[in-house]
């Protein structure tokens, strides 16, 4: 496995590549790598023939100064656990390689950024969008591996691939979860013993608004409900519940026999703010 360190260097490699007609992967992270991440290598490397894996905990894309300094950065031990898994090349660029001058450009996603993630942390998906465009720009994959636990980022990537003219295909993964059902998250990392013990309560929480909905519950009234069951562990901070068309995450408040449903949570569990979510086809209401 190699590893590069400058945009000049990723950009010649994976043009070399493509030049001897070699199908490249593109996995990017923010590093603190764990199971979800190595099985979206694990893939890449299946189905491509060199994989490149960045890691840059973009600072753009934080609105919270202590949660971009907390952030946890570990290179040396995600080195280590990427060559095994399949992993060519690893980018591993400065803030200042990624960022040489200020960004000016500001992307709009209209009404897939109003909500939600979008809502509560503002500029963040600017943040996602111009990085991302820069990994694909220096990287060209033809497939690039992204977790369906950042659901609403997938459609703002979703997005911005469809309005660039991105010459690449996206491969959206189920999230992957620790025995006990929480989403696995390099934020996990910094929950304390106590907090981790009560964090698969926000899956629960999911699990409780899927099953409600199945009943033919009216949304507001599942909503009320899983709001109940989140309260009793007063440690749970809820940012937000909600319950959202699948595709274009905007509320519903009455599901149609057609939509496919999608259950979004946010909360704060002392310190770190936890995201998750939970996909109901049609046919399961």
């Not at 939509?259 to 569990?269: E, F, K, M, R, S």
Request: net charge negative; with cysteine; glycine share 4%.
């Amino acid at each position: 496995m190699e590893i590069l360190q400058s945009a000049a260097a990723l950009q010649a490699q994976t043009e070399k590549w493509r030049r001897d007609g070699q199908r490249i992967g593109l996995v990017p992270t923010m590093g603190a790598l764990h199971d979800g991440h190595l099985r979206l290598v694990q893939a890449a490397a299946a189905e491509n023939d060199v994989v490149v894996v960045s890691i840059f905990v973009n600072p753009t894309q934080f609105n919270n100064p202590d949660d971009f300094r907390l952030y946890p950065r570990l290179p040396e031990a995600d080195a280590a656990l990427l060559e095994p898994v399949g992993c060519t090349a690893l980018f591993l660029p400065s803030v200042e390689e990624m960022y040489p001058q200020p960004s000016k450009l500001r992307f709009d996603f209209g009404s897939l950024e109003q909500v939600m993630e979008g809502a509560h942390r503002p500029g963040h998906f600017n943040g996602v969008a111009t990085v991302v465009s820069k990994l694909f720009h220096l990287s060209r994959p033809h497939r690039a591996y992204f977790g369906q636990k950042d659901l609403q980022q997938v459609a703002i990537i979703r997005q911005l691939v469809a309005d660039l003219s991105f010459d690449l295909e996206l491969i959206i993964f189920p999230t992957v979860r620790e025995a006990d059902g929480l989403a696995m998250s390099s934020r996990n990392r910094r929950l304390s013993a106590d907090a981790r013990q009560i964090a698969p309560q926000l899956y629960k929480a999911l699990q409780l608004g899927a099953k409600l909905l199945e009943e033919k519950r009216p949304v507001a009234s599942v909503k009320n409900d899983v709001l109940q069951f989140l309260a009793m562990e007063e440690t749970i901070v809820l940012e937000y519940f909600e319950v959202a068309d699948a595709h274009t995450l905007q509320p519903i408040e009455r599901i149609s026999k057609s939509q496919d449903v999608a259950l979004c949570i946010a909360a704060w569990l002392t310190e770190v703010r936890l995201i998750d979510n939970l996909l109901i086809s049609d046919k399961g209401l």
